[in-house]
Nanobody
Framework: QVQLVESGGGLVQPGGSLTLSCAAS????????MGWFRQAPGKQRELVAT???????NYADSVKGRFTISRDNSKNTVYLQMGSLKLEDTAVYYC????????????????WGQGTQVTVSS
C-alpha cells in the first residue's frame, strides 16, 4: 500500500507564505502525477495544482502566480509553496498521488493524504 503524509499547514496572516510537503511511502513500483487539492468548509474539494513525474505543472486559475508546486522524485515528495495568501485560501489541503503497485503486472491507483489545515486570518 501507499501512504501519503502531509506537513506544513498552520495559521498565517493574509499576504504571508507557507510551504506544504507530502511524502509518499510504502510498497510501490513508481509514483506518477502528484498534486494538491483543497476543501473549504461547505465547499467541494477542488484542484490546486498538479505535477507529473516529468515536472509538467498545472494550476487552478485562483492560485496561478502565487503558488508553486514542485517535487523531489528521489524522496517521493511533493511540495506546495504558497505565497500572497488570501483569506479564501483557507481550507484543508490534501495531497494526492498516482502510484503503481504490484509484482509483475503493475496496477495504478490514486491515493490521498489525511489533509493538513491551512488557515489565513488576521
Amino acid at each position: 500500500q501507499v501512504q501519503l503524509v502531509e506537513s506544513g499547514g498552520g495559521l498565517v496572516q493574509p499576504g504571508g507564505s507557507l510551504t506544504l510537503s507530502c511524502a509518499a511511502s510504502g510498497t510501490f513500483k513508481s509514483i506518477g502525477s502528484m498534486g494538491w487539492f483543497r476543501q473549504a468548509p461547505g465547499k467541494q474539494r477542488e484542484l490546486v495544482a498538479t505535477i507529473t513525474s516529468g515536472g509538467n505543472t498545472n494550476y487552478a486559475d485562483s492560485v496561478k502566480g502565487r503558488f508553486t508546486i514542485s517535487r523531489d522524485n528521489s524522496k517521493n515528495t511533493v511540495y506546495l509553496q504558497m505565497g500572497s495568501l488570501k483569506l479564501e485560501d483557507t481550507a484543508v489541503y490534501y495531497c494526492n498521488a498516482a502510484a503503481g503497485v504490484g509484482v509483475g503486472l503493475v496496477r495504478w491507483s490514486s491515493y490521498w493524504g489525511q489533509g493538513t489545515q491551512v488557515t489565513v486570518s488576521s
